[in-house]
């Protein structure tokens, strides 16, 4: 997999206009996933309050809250039936 950054407009019609980048793969064809950040159409790019915070960070308060489960699903043997195949 390859990320190229670039712009793109979405006109009124739903037509998209994309930038050309600035360095493309060789010809061939890819399948492309479109990622639309609203920020690069001027509107203002809201603060990400999980920005520079680990998972345990943002949900350690939950972390061991259920006691009705084992401590580990890996401890029981049926929770990882089928695991891997």
């Given at each position: 997999?390859?990320v ?12 998209i ?5 600035e ?5 061939g ?5 479109l990622?639309?950040?609203a ?8 603060t990400n ?14 972390v ?7 401590p ?6 049926e ?7």
């Amino acid at each position: 997999m390859k990320v190229i950054q670039t712009t793109a407009t979405i006109n009124s019609n739903g037509e998209i206009h994309i930038a050309e980048p600035e360095k493309l793969p060789p010809a061939g064809h890819y399948k492309i996933v479109l990622v639309l950040d609203a920020a690069t159409n001027g509107i203002p790019e809201t603060t990400n309050k999980f920005a520079g915070k680990s998972f345990i960070d943002v949900a350690g308060q939950w972390v061991g809250c259920s006691h009705e489960n084992p401590p580990d699903l890996s401890t029981n043997p049926e929770h990882m039936e089928g695991y891997g195949q």
